[in-house]
């Protein structure tokens, strides 16, 4: 069973933690303003097998090390307290549990993982380990799930679990990432697509869909990470695969932008949902916009 904690502001990166798992993740030195909240899950024994500092996007980059605690005792020397708490602290990372961080744009969803990592790894060694439950682009902004310790066990179920997105889409460009941070491909009118041919063209796409993986994705083809041979310039056949929308709603209508609210299941990429929907009214577009809103039980709005 698991236990919701929310969280309030972050403490200082300085502060030191007290004991509870909640308490040390509000001091963690990720690029975030909160967390969201926490499932503490309570398990009999620690980690025990070797640390594997990967996430769903490759080895996890090494970070300096989080700054030690000043304190009124000399270095190296830790009253009965002391040892006390921070045996204690051990013992609740080592057990883990699962939380939600508000990803700014910027960091990869990689790059958060490797800050917790490396905060988590100075409490308790290398048996630290630490994953995502979903990625987010770098320009996306929103909900992104970490487990830690043995709660890395849990984030199977978020990876393949129900989403939801708000996406802004701006029609008369694509891109060759088909977001705003790619190279402009080619351009389209735009000016007949109304409201009421973007809300027809959008009953297409609910239920489940076929779609077409793009290449600037983690995903591998014969070993090979996707977006690495995009950036040499290389394109390779991907297969349309099979994902869900179990809700696709038009928020705003603003030529040339347009803003969707989507509820789908794993491995939908809206980047490419924005491309394939401006295509079918008639014209080109790409994401300017992404805020990821939900991920299962962890919402937005607590």
Known sequence: HCQHLRCAQLAPRDQAPAVSLRDFLMTLPVPRRQVRHVQEVPLKQAISEPARHETAEGLAPVLPPVPARAGPLRRGHLGPRERRRRDAMSTSLANGGVFAVDKPAGPTSAEVVAQVLEAV???VGSAAK???GGTLDPFATGVLVLGLGLGTRMLQRFLHGGKEYVATIKMGSETNTQ?????VLRTAAFDDVQRSSLEEALAGFRGTIRQV???FSA??????RLYKLAMEGKEVPRDPREVEVHDLELLDFEP???TLRVRCGGGLYVRTLGHDIAQA????GHVTSLRRTAVGDFKEAD
């Open 130 to 132: 630490v994953g995502h």
């Open 213 to 215: 993986p793009p290449m």
């Open 121 to 123: 790894s100075a409490k």
């Open 219 to 224: 995903l591998k083809v014969k070993g090979q």
């Open 281 to 284: 009214v008639g014209t080109v």
């Open 256 to 258: 040339p932008h347009f």
């Open 179 to 183: 977001d705003g941070s790619g190279s």
